[in-house]
């Protein structure tokens, strides 16, 4: 498809020469980009193809140079992208040094904030519109709250905050009856009902009782309503929460209206306090294989188009989240005290695969990871054994519930932790580089992260026995299908806090926790044909390590280096664990050498990719290796007094 504007149209005057005719052109030349870039690379296609009109709408009305825009979630955001001078880097869409995903500030200043997570825009643009009125600054305030994030309590607290602004603030509601899956919850099923609530001829009776609260500007806001009720397609007197939180309420409208939008737009700038717009739009529309299946087509890996039908290739492996699905159902059927939980990720955590085999025992809570914890207490104080699956950087939302209502409680809550670690092309917004230092340092949680699919099985088993709150880490990886292990090697079941040889070796040790020990294994099989022996050890347990294994690798007697090797973060992870315990039992620390991800947030890339980036893949690793033991060649001593670490040896990625 050749671009008639797409590519020449990078700024708000440039939309604004455009008839009507050419913004639908304009659209569907998007759409054509959005869905070419993400069949060859992957990333978030529905939602995106619903946003559409909408961007563009706001971005002939809205001068975004100067007048701020937050997006919630931040995956919406690719009209935006193209539409600000970006449609060129979308050949390498969530590559390195392509466009990322979500909103970045380094890539342009029309971006306001780099985001993720959800529930964020309405309060975070309360905060710029507060700043902007106690500067007396004029930029209109802008959030697009979409893919069910309103349903998240951060957004409550934003709306209930409101009354704080006294000036412009304009929150769009996009609704497009899904999140990442299927809006769940008492407030979704209200929604549904919006959406089939009074018809149009009720707009002209609904919208002069609502703008009558609006001085000055009120007959301005009715008369324009008035003219473009035939754009709009349903309407609502407004939802008594919105009402009662002084949010005037105008919908729902069709978010594919561009048109109406953009007179509905001008209007609302007028405003001097907030509103709130409920806009209908379609999640995928324009493909018709996300518009039948927006679930398979929310973040879908590279797909094949052909025609009307598009086919995602089967992955030629098994991931580790397909296998916890899997152990989760054999563990289901033999114990029925385990209860499966998901906050709004049923797919990417594989609860949807249990949900059909236990849908009595397997539950999405929606965006609302905190209250997925608090649940999940609650279940484990009646006795069950709560599985709550979680990725890595989103329990971060919910440390305050981790600790006051699973660990002070000391109650048998179960963590699965998905997408911990490098994450690829989602990029920093989702690497879960600090689940490890996040809960090691509460009280009585079991941290643990297997190296394979068997160990996923056993220490899921194992966390299960216990009395007390555990977190199982895992990456967005397929599970290795074999390992190179010594021959006649036998899988030892979980011992609390007990750490396995996987292979001996005279020259340097690698204590490995998770993944990596699968790049350990391979790298120290590597340096072993060069005439180096390195031993391996699979740590299993990040709390409590292996407090034995580690007096003995640091003993006097013992004078080989230690490296620590970890996917996640160095300050606080795995590897400060070691060096913390060596100190307090005053043992030498200077054997020790860390390894894992440096304290700076990793762009996008394929996993692969930033695993070499920052130097913990099996070149990485043997490279780390070979510095060391080059040195101990050269000083027979250098075991007792190696001070090099990871950070202050960035050299070596």
Request: glycine content about 8%; aromatic content about 8%; proline content about 5%.
């Given at each position: 498809?050749?671009?008639?504007?797409?590519?020449?149209?990078?700024h708000h005057?440039?939309?604004c020469?455009?008839?009507?005719?050419?913004?639908?052109?304009?659209a569907s030349?998007?759409r054509?980009?959005?869905?070419?870039?993400?069949?060859?690379?992957?990333g978030?296609l529905a939602?995106?193809?619903?946003?559409?009109e909408?961007?563009i709408?706001?971005?002939?009305v809205?001068?975004f140079e100067?007048?701020?825009?937050?997006?919630?979630?931040g995956?919406?955001?690719?009209v935006h992208?193209?539409?600000?001078?970006?449609?060129?880097?979308?050949d390498?869409?969530r590559?390195a040094g392509?466009?990322s995903?979500?909103?970045?500030?380094s890539?342009?200043?029309t971006?306001q904030?780099?985001?993720?997570?959800?529930?964020?825009?309405?309060?975070?643009?309360v905060g710029?519109?507060?700043?902007?009125?106690?500067?007396?600054?004029?930029?209109?305030?802008?959030?697009?709250?979409?893919?069910?994030?309103?349903?998240?309590?951060?957004?409550?607290e934003?709306?209930?905050?409101?009354p704080?602004?006294?000036?412009?603030m304009?929150?769009i509601?996009?609704?497009?009856?899904m999140?990442i899956?299927k809006?769940?919850?008492?407030f979704?099923q209200y929604?549904t009902?919006l959406?089939?609530?009074?018809p149009?001829?009720d707009?002209?009776?609904t919208?002069e009782m609502?703008v009558?609260r609006?001085?000055?500007?009120?007959?301005r806001?009715h008369d324009t309503?008035?003219?473009?009720?035939?754009?709009i397609?349903?309407?609502l007197?407004?939802?008594?929460g919105f009402e009662?939180?002084?949010?005037?309420?105008?919908g729902p409208?069709?978010?594919?209206d561009?048109?109406?939008?953009i007179?509905l737009?001008?209007?609302?700038?007028h405003?001097?306090?907030?509103?709130?717009?409920?806009?209908?739009?379609e999640?995928g529309?324009?493909f018709?294989?996300?518009?039948q299946?927006?679930?398979?087509?929310?973040?879908?890996?590279?797909?094949r188009?052909?025609g009307?039908?598009?086919?995602?290739p089967?992955?030629?492996g098994?991931?580790?989240t397909?296998?916890?699905a899997d152990?989760?159902c054999?563990?289901?059927?033999?114990d029925k005290?385990v209860?499966?939980f998901t906050?709004a990720?049923p797919?990417?955590?594989g609860v949807?695969?249990?949900q059909?085999?236990?849908?009595?025992?397997a539950?999405?809570?929606?965006i609302?990871?905190s209250?997925c914890?608090?649940?999940?207490?609650?279940?484990a104080?009646t006795?069950?054994?709560?599985?709550?699956?979680i990725?890595?950087?989103?329990?971060?939302?919910?440390?305050d519930?981790?600790?006051?209502?699973v660990s002070l409680?000391n109650?048998?809550?179960?963590?699965?932790l998905?997408r911990?670690?490098?994450?690829g092309?989602?990029?920093a917004?989702?690497?879960g580089?600090?689940?490890?230092t996040?809960?090691?340092?509460?009280?009585?949680?079991?941290?643990m992260?297997?190296?394979?699919?068997?160990e996923l099985n056993q220490?899921?088993e194992f966390s299960?026995s216990?009395?007390s709150?555990a977190?199982?880490?895992?990456?967005?990886d397929?599970?290795?299908?074999?390992?190179p292990?010594?021959?006649?090697?036998q899988?030892?079941?979980?011992?609390?806090?007990?750490a396995v040889?996987l292979?001996?070796?005279?020259?340097?040790?690698i204590v490995?926790?998770?993944?990596?020990?699968?790049q350990?294994?391979?790298?120290?099989e590597?340096l072993g044909?060069q005439?180096?022996s390195?031993a391996v050890v699979?740590?299993?347990?990040?709390k409590p390590i292996?407090?034995?294994?580690?007096e003995?690798?640091?003993?006097e007697?013992?004078?080989?280096?230690?490296l620590?090797l970890?996917?996640?973060?160095?300050?606080?992870?795995?590897?400060s664990a070691v060096?913390?315990?060596?100190?307090?039992?005053?043992?030498?620390?200077?054997?020790i050498?860390r390894?894992?991800m440096?304290?700076?947030?990793i762009?996008?890339?394929?996993?692969?990719?930033q695993?070499?980036?920052?130097?913990?893949?099996?070149a990485?690793?043997?490279?780390?290796l070979?510095?060391?033991?080059?040195?101990?060649k050269?000083n027979?001593?250098?075991?007792?007094?190696?001070t090099?670490?990871?950070?202050?040896n960035?050299?070596?990625?």
């Amino acid at each position: 498809m050749n671009y008639q504007f797409l590519g020449n149209v990078n700024h708000h005057d440039e939309i604004c020469k455009l008839s009507q005719d050419e913004l639908s052109i304009l659209a569907s030349e998007i759409r054509d980009l959005i869905t070419k870039s993400v069949s060859n690379s992957g990333g978030h296609l529905a939602s995106n193809l619903g946003v559409t009109e909408l961007t563009i709408a706001l971005h002939r009305v809205f001068n975004f140079e100067q007048d701020r825009l937050v997006w919630d979630v931040g995956h919406q955001c690719y009209v935006h992208k193209m539409l600000t001078g970006r449609s060129h880097m979308f050949d390498l869409l969530r590559q390195a040094g392509g466009v990322s995903g979500f909103p970045s500030p380094s890539e342009s200043k029309t971006d306001q904030f780099a985001v993720g997570h959800a529930g964020t825009a309405i309060p975070s643009a309360v905060g710029l519109a507060l700043g902007a009125q106690l500067q007396n600054s004029p930029e209109n305030i802008v959030a697009v709250v979409g893919d069910a994030s309103i349903v998240n309590g951060l957004a409550f607290e934003g709306l209930n905050n409101t009354p704080l602004i006294k000036r412009q603030m304009l929150i769009i509601f996009n609704d497009n009856s899904m999140g990442i899956s299927k809006t769940e919850g008492a407030f979704a099923q209200y929604l549904t009902k919006l959406r089939v609530s009074r018809p149009v001829e009720d707009l002209h009776r609904t919208t002069e009782m609502m703008v009558r609260r609006f001085p000055y500007v009120g007959k301005r806001i009715h008369d324009t309503m008035e003219r473009i009720k035939g754009g709009i397609k349903t309407t609502l007197h407004g939802w008594h929460g919105f009402e009662q939180l002084g949010l005037p309420y105008f919908g729902p409208i069709d978010g594919h209206d561009t048109a109406t939008m953009i007179k509905l737009f001008e209007a609302f700038k007028h405003i001097d306090h907030p509103v709130i717009l409920h806009v209908l739009t379609e999640k995928g529309r324009g493909f018709e294989p996300a518009t039948q299946d927006p679930c398979t087509f929310h973040s879908p890996a590279a797909f094949r188009v052909d025609g009307d039908t598009a086919t995602i290739p089967g992955s030629s492996g098994k991931s580790f989240t397909h296998a916890f699905a899997d152990a989760m159902c054999k563990l289901m059927e033999k114990d029925k005290r385990v209860v499966a939980f998901t906050a709004a990720m049923p797919d990417g955590t594989g609860v949807s695969k249990i949900q059909k085999e236990f849908p009595d025992r397997a539950f999405d809570v929606g965006i609302a990871e905190s209250a997925c914890t608090d649940i999940a207490a609650g279940l484990a104080k009646t006795g069950l054994r709560p599985v709550a699956a979680i990725y890595s950087t989103f329990l971060q939302r919910a440390f305050d519930q981790t600790f006051q209502e699973v660990s002070l409680q000391n109650l048998p809550v179960t963590f699965c932790l998905d997408r911990a670690g490098l994450v690829g092309g989602d990029g920093a917004v989702h690497h879960g580089f600090c689940d490890v230092t996040m809960l090691r340092c509460l009280p009585n949680f079991v941290l643990m992260a297997p190296m394979d699919e068997e160990e996923l099985n056993q220490s899921l088993e194992f966390s299960i026995s216990l009395d007390s709150p555990a977190a199982i880490r895992y990456p967005r990886d397929k599970v290795p299908e074999s390992l190179p292990l010594p021959e006649g090697y036998q899988s030892q079941p979980f011992e609390l806090g007990k750490a396995v040889t996987l292979r001996e070796g005279t020259d340097a040790v690698i204590v490995s926790y998770g993944i990596l020990t699968q790049q350990a294994l391979l790298a120290a099989e590597n340096l072993g044909k060069q005439g180096y022996s390195i031993a391996v050890v699979n740590a299993r347990f990040a709390k409590p390590i292996d407090e034995a294994l580690i007096e003995k690798l640091l003993s006097e007697e013992d004078h080989r280096p230690v490296l620590t090797l970890e996917d996640h973060g160095l300050i606080g992870g795995f590897g400060s664990a070691v060096l913390e315990f060596a100190q307090q039992k005053k043992l030498d620390t200077r054997k020790i050498v860390r390894l894992g991800m440096p304290d700076e947030f990793i762009a996008q890339n394929s996993r692969n990719g930033q695993l070499a980036q920052v130097g913990i893949d099996q070149a990485g690793i043997e490279k780390q290796l070979r510095e060391i033991l080059a040195e101990s060649k050269s000083n027979p001593r250098i075991n007792q007094t190696h001070t090099k670490s990871f950070v202050a040896n960035k050299s070596a990625v």
